[in-house]
């Protein structure tokens, strides 16, 4: 398989990627209060954990309900 075929596949999921991880990362870095740990381990669950993981743990278990 070569990569001009999967590529149009590919594109979609990094722009979703880096677009949820900007918000969280943002939405971390405006807000003080979380459900559960700190500022700086959610940083490092979102950073280190960038495909998808991340980003998806801060909103399901971090993010304060406003």
């Known amino acids: 398989m070569e990569i001009k075929e999967i590529l149009p596949f590919l594109i979609p999921l990094i722009i979703i990627e880096f677009g949820l991880m900007f918000y969280v990362i943002r939405h971390i870095l405006t807000h003080n209060t979380y459900k559960r740990g ?3 381990i959610w940083l490092l669950i979102t ?3 960038c495909e998808f993981i991340g980003p ?3 909103l399901l278990l971090g993010k304060e309900e406003e």
Do not use: A, N, Q, S
């Open 56 to 58: 998806i743990l801060y």
């Open 38 to 40: 700190t500022r700086g």
């Open 47 to 49: 950073i280190i954990g």
